[in-house]
């Protein structure tokens, strides 16, 4: 059951948002000369051994990986993990496309948090410890969850944060202060932000050099 199952992991990138509240593409919005979109599918690949993409063909971004189109468009990222899930009946490791600050380490502990819980979850993720908030874009999602999700879904329901109980979700802890890598990109201001954290990143760079 779950990790013991022994079926292999598979990484996931959730592309199909419309942008509509940044009013452009966010999965083509360039993070140190490569698109999200590719960053994102990178990074999976240093973790998982095989990367799909849920919402639009990889193609389109100089990509060669499975897709597939969202089997429940208009639904939120909910609709997208359903997908996967049903696609390949496997354990999910799900990143937004939207996350520029994410890194490798961040997902090595998601998945050693998920090896080492007593217990058989239907999800592991962050959770901030002032705020209670989960960061349900960068989980792993088990292949049990499915019918929880579709149930939520044929009730309204998809708030991913309000779909799994607490007693079913094994969650890393991290504080206020440690909430750059989850910081993502949905409106202009956030763009702006991104572009400012981004420069201030190569500057630092540059004096190290």
């Known amino acids: 059951m779950n990790r013991m199952c022994g079926r292999r992991m598979a990484g996931v990138v959730l592309a199909g948002g419309k942008s509509s509240r940044l009013g452009r ?42 897709w597939r189109l ?23 490791l799900v990143l937004s496309c939207d996350l520029p600050f994410i890194e490798r380490d961040y997902l090595e502990r998601l998945m050693e948090a998920r090896a080492a819980c007593k217990q058989p979850m239907l999800m592991t993720t962050y959770g901030q410890v002032e705020t209670e908030y989960i960061e349900a874009l960068v989980a792993i999602y088990e292949p049990e969850v499915l019918p929880v999700l579709e149930d939520a879904v044929a009730r309204g329901e998809h708030k991913l944060s309000r779909i799994v109980p607490r007693e079913h979700r094994c969650q890393v802890p991290y504080s206020q202060e440690q909430a750059l890598p989850f910081f993502n990109v949905n409106y202009p201001a956030d763009l702006a932000l991104m572009r400012k954290l981004e420069a201030r990143t190569d500057d630092q760079v540059e004096g190290a050099a």
Do not use: Y
């Open 25 to 66: 593409d966010k999965a083509r919005i360039l993070f140190e000369g490569q698109d999200l979109l590719s960053r994102t599918a990178g990074l999976l690949r240093t973790v998982t051994p095989e990367v799909w993409v849920i919402g639009r063909d990889p193609a389109d971004h100089g990509l060669s990986l499975p």
């Open 70 to 92: 969202d089997d429940i468009p208009g639904r939120g990222p909910v609709g997208g993990i359903i997908t996967a899930l049903r696609a390949l009946n496997r354990p999910c």
